[in-house]
């Protein structure tokens, strides 16, 4: 094996050098004549070749040592910038500074060229983004397999307070990130018959075919040798799709009516989340991406092995969430009809392969398909879901005998006006290992959501609490804290052992510490009003208490909630009961599924209400609210480094895990919070005492709604609450009217225990040297929350693999 040394040059001088080669030979230019996109495409170019080493180093141990990989299936991931992350993960950050400098090149300038990959919609894609990072950084071999959607999640604009999508063309002017692979291409039948073969085989006959094409980008470990890649697939029409005859007699959009058709499948990511729309395109999707992984993981296990009993030792299919679960029947039918396994072998390897991780508990989030559409666009992968059905029933029935509401319950396909396809249990059935992402979503998923299953199937059950990486949401997004915890602790070790920050814990009460943290957080909350100002004209003061809710917007997060307060906080210093008001900014960021109008409209609400507080000359010093546009993956790395209080308010039971959260709490802010999702862990870890936990567990929610729930009657008891109400009905008066007569989310209910803890808050913010003593406590109990963690426990309890080093 050679490897090219030429691109790792540790000085300036070699950086500068390998940068004008590159603009050069790769953009054809020279600096003098260069474009911004030419210096930044050459500096992105010399960033990515100081990693490809590392990964011909990687696939090479890998290759020699045929290892058990993960294969990460996801239909999305939110990246973030890379040229940061690849910059630090290269170590050429202080080279390339100097290198830049010494060429007249504005770092600053290059950088806000970089553009985030945003081919997801929020928690879910950020996780398996931070999965990868913690997988490539802990020696796992893994590759990530995804869709490159053409366009990513919309960009968000307000017009009159009112969110306007535009879309995401994130590659306009390339992606220097990027290799392709044309040549690894694969083929995607869709729609057709089948036909009898032998026995069980069939053979499925497609009506049309697709072409996947891959590209891949590279995933650096962290302080590491690994580098690992993400595979992103495009779909491609053949090159006989262009209709040659049409486009003589100059019937220009039928010439090329097919090429448009296929590759429509990549074109958009769906901007939903949470939401069945079942929509036939997504469907389409979904097989795409699943069909062009498994052919590259069948290549991948062919280049070192045969043997079809060593497939699932060495492949682990992790399947987030239900949209690649799919993958399940393609297996069955690669195994089945193109490798003439027997049934019973093929569902061994098939289950062993496979181990599925749900997000949810919101019965609208579990993805179903009709039958019919399932029928007529996949027909051998419904004959082998009913297959699949019929023996797992059979299964069921042995089990429960003579219990038919059983086996309605379990079935895969649900029965009704319609038939459809329940993809939740098709994975529960087709996998070897099921997972929850926090400790309470676990519990409530083998409580209620996946009851039966749980029953049957005890051991197949896990808890993985979510984490996120703390490169990304600590040393990248947050520079200053990561010196400073760095100078504590001594070195950077903790950035990979994030334990290691429990060692903090006596530095809380060293009061010259504390005033550096201090310090760090008032230079952040600059930053972003700094920031927040040039995007919105909107005034912070970088004193104020900095009290954000950055997520996507949903009725069960109840973000209405949170505008419902600052509206209270109004109205107490209009009237001035300003005794026991801090000065707050109100920082709101997220987007909201275009189609989800009440969503859309707690938005607006929040705009206006923002609009009427910073208008207000009486009320502007004590309170300022922002909402900041466009929230991504970068806007979470400058609001998150700012924030004092982090709002993780929704309704008991309804949030899985939250992820927010966590990398608020390693930044330092305090929480105010349910009993929700990862809320719980947060708690345990950081103490009762230094976390602002108010409102209904999900056992008093159970119970109120038992007795009938009556929001009225809390408008009727509580007169600030009354007041906020209708100044409410003054400016959206059908939010108003929902929340008086039928408040799904049982906001009323929690809104006077929510409104006293945040007055409580508002107390301890008062005494500068306690909250500094909190903050730095919640960051020092916080390392659990990494994704090495997250990662380790996959390893141990559902992948059972162990980590390949890379020699240097
Ligand atoms: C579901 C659907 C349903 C069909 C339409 C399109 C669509 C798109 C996405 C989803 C997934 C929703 C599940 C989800 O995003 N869950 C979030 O996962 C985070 C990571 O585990 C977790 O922290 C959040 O609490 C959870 O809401």
Known sequence: MTYATTHSGTTPGDFGRELLSNLYYQRGTTLESASAQDAYHSLALTVRNRLVDRYIRTAAAHYQENPRFIYYLSAEYMLGRQLDQNLLYSGTQECAHSALAALGLSGDELDALDVEPGLGNGGLGRLAACLLDAMATQDIPAVGYGIRYDYGIFQQEFQDGAQVEHPDDWTFYGNPWEFHASDDQQKVGFYGHTEALDGVRRKWVPGEIVLGEPSHMLVPGYGT????????????????SFNLSHFGAGQYGEAVEEIVRSENISKVLYPDDSTELGRELRLKQQHFLVTC??????????????????????????????????????????????????????????????????????????????????????????????????????????????????????????????????????????????????????????????????????GRFHNVTNGVSPRRFV???????????????????????????????????????????????????????????????????????????????????????????????????????????????????????????????????????????????????????????????????????????????SLAGKEASGTSNMKLALNGALTIGTLDGANVEIRDRVGGENFFLFGLDTAEVAALRGRGYR??????????????????????????????????????????????????????????????????????????FSADRTVRDYCRDIWHVTPVYVPR
């Not at 690992?228 to 779909?235: E, H």
């Open 475 to 649: 040393r990248l997004a947050n520079p200053r804290l990561a010196e400073l915890i760095t100078e504590r602790l001594g070195d950077g070790g903790w950035l990979t052992d994030l334990d290691q920050l429990s060692r903090l814990e006596p530095a809380a009460a060293d009061p010259e510490f504390r005033r550096r943290w201090r310090e760090v957080k008032r230079l952040n909350r600059e930053d972003l009003a700094e920031q927040t100002l040039a995007t919105t004209g909107v005034v912070l003061d970088p004193d104020a208490l900095c009290d954000v809710m950055i997520k996507r917007f949903h009725e069960y997060k109840r973000q209405l909630l949170r505008v419902l307060h600052v509206v209270t906080l109004y109205h107490r210093i209009r009237r001035g009961e300003v005794a026991d008001v801090v000065p707050r900014s109100i920082v709101f960021g997220g987007k909201a599924a275009p189609g989800y109008y009440v969503a859309k409209r707690i938005m607006k609400l929040a705009n206006r209400v923002a609009e009427v507080v910073n208008a207000d000359p009486a009320v502007s010093p004590y309170l300022k609210m922002v909402f900041l546009p466009d929230y991504n993956v970068s806007r979470a790395q400058l609001i998150i480094p700012a924030a004092d209080l982090s709002e993780q308010i």
């Open 293 to 458: 992984a498994l052919r590259d993981i069948v290549r991948r296990f062919r280049l070192c092995n045969s043997d079809w009993d060593h497939f699932a030792d060495k492949v682990v299919i992790q399947l987030n969430d239900t949209h690649p679960v799919m993958a399940i029947a393609e297996l069955m039918r690669m195994l089945v009809d193109e490798e003439g396994l027997d049934w019973d072998r093929a569902w061994s390897i098939t289950r062993r392969t496979f181990a599925y991780t749900c997000h949810t508990l919101l019965p609208e989030a579990l993805e179903t398909w009709p039958v019919e559409l399932m029928r007529r666009l996949l027909p051998r992968h419904l004959e082998i879901i009913f297959l699949i059905n019929h023996l797992f029933l059979q299964e069921v029935a042995d089990r429960y005998p003579g219990d038919d509401a059983k086996l309605r319950e379990l079935s895969i396909i649900a029965e009704g006006a319609e038939q459809r396809v329940r993809m939740a249990h098709l994975a529960v059935v087709g996998s070897s290992a099921v997972n929850g992402v926090a400790e309470l979503h676990s519990r409530l998923l083998a409580a209620t959501t996946l009851h039966g299953f749980a029953n049957l199937w005890p």
């Open 711 to 784: 929001p009225r009657d809390h408008y009727e008891r509580d007169a600030e609450l009354r007041e906020v109400v209708d100044a409410v009905a003054g400016w959206d008066g059908e939010l108003a009217d929902d929340l008086m007569h039928r408040d799904e989310y049982l906001t009323l209910a929690d809104f006077r225990a929510y409104v006293d803890c945040q007055d409580r808050v508002a107390r301890a913010w008062r005494d500068p040297e306690d909250w500094t003593r909190m903050s730095i406590l919640n960051t020092a109990r916080s390392g659990f």
């Open 225 to 240: 040798t690994t580098v690992n890649i993400i595979r992103l697939w495009k779909a491609r029409a053949s090159p006989q």
